[in-house]
């Protein structure tokens, strides 16, 4: 689940990013969090699809552009996502549920009722989230860990003595080996070439030794993978996988 937190002080953000993680990890759901101190940036990547969020914390009082306003134009660009209001006072609480807020928090939030937001909002999407560490794709990288759905994965590929994993919005880079890569994938996976692996549930088509990730990256596939290539591709297309 993608969470986003706007808040114009720093150190709320810090605390309140720890908090999530820490109900997320005792609760035994996945979640990953970003911060934003500039409400009209986290506007804008909302708007532009740089960011898609099932939850927001928003400031209510912050300058150049309010949580009220922040909320509304969040509201005209995903009609979905739930708004939680954070601020020290209650004189905004009507206005805040005119945008729909799900929850509305007078700082300082203890864990507790933080926790209690949360597992209400998750507690539909349960399954959806659920930690599944056969679902998790967990990488070390110079910079710290990143845990990567696999579901978000279209595919890898080795690069000299780096690992490309390539999901629809980011491209992650690892130092690792593809045999290692493999060793922690699920049956969703299959490998075409010696230098590629590919997620089943996105291969549009295979034609000649190449095959098509979502009618957009072109894979090479060998001789020695075409034939479970093949056959992965038109099971997947008679369970409509694809």
């Known amino acids: 689940m993608n969470i986003g937190i706007c808040d114009d002080n720093i150190d709320i953000?810090?605390?309140?990013?720890?908090?999530?993680?820490?109900?997320?990890?005792?609760?035994?759901?996945?979640?990953?969090?970003?911060?934003?101190?500039?409400?009209?940036?986290?506007?804008?990547?909302?708007?532009?699809?740089?960011?898609?969020?099932?939850?927001?914390?928003?400031?209510?009082?912050?300058?150049?552009?309010?949580?009220?306003?922040?909320?509304?134009?969040?509201?005209?660009a995903d009609d979905s996502v739930l708004i939680v209001y954070l601020t020290g006072h209650s004189c905004y609480s009507l206005e805040a549920f005119e945008v729909r807020a799900f929850h509305y928090l007078i700082k300082p939030a203890d864990k507790e009722k933080i926790r209690g937001i949360f597992k209400e909002c998750l507690s539909p999407k349960k399954q959806m989230f659920q930690k599944d560490e056969k679902k998790i794709l967990t990488l070390e990288f110079k910079g710290g860990i990143a845990n990567i759905l696999l579901k978000d994965i279209l595919y890898i590929e080795k690069r000299r003595n780096q690992i490309k994993v390539v999901c629809r919005e980011i491209?992650?880079?690892?130092?690792?080996?593809?045999?290692?890569?493999?060793?922690?994938?699920?049956?969703?996976?299959?490998?075409?070439?010696?230098g590629f692996i590919v997620n089943r549930k996105y291969i549009s088509k295979i034609e000649n030794s190449t095959l098509t990730v979502e009618d957009k990256y072109k894979i090479p596939v060998s001789k020695k993978h075409m034939e479970k290539v093949k056959a992965c591709f038109f099971d997947d297309l008679l369970r409509g996988k694809n």
Not at 55 to 72: A, Q
């Open 171 to 194: 491209e992650h880079f690892f130092y690792t080996t593809l045999k290692e890569m493999k060793s922690k994938l699920d049956e969703e996976f299959v490998q075409c070439h010696q």
């Open 13 to 76: 953000l810090k605390i309140l990013e720890k908090t999530l993680k820490n109900i997320a990890d005792e609760e035994s759901f996945f979640i990953e969090v970003e911060i934003y101190q500039d409400p009209i940036k986290f506007i804008e990547d909302i708007t532009l699809g740089k960011a898609k969020f099932e939850m927001v914390f928003l400031d209510i009082d912050m300058p150049e552009l309010n949580g009220i306003e922040t909320g509304r134009l969040i509201r005209q």
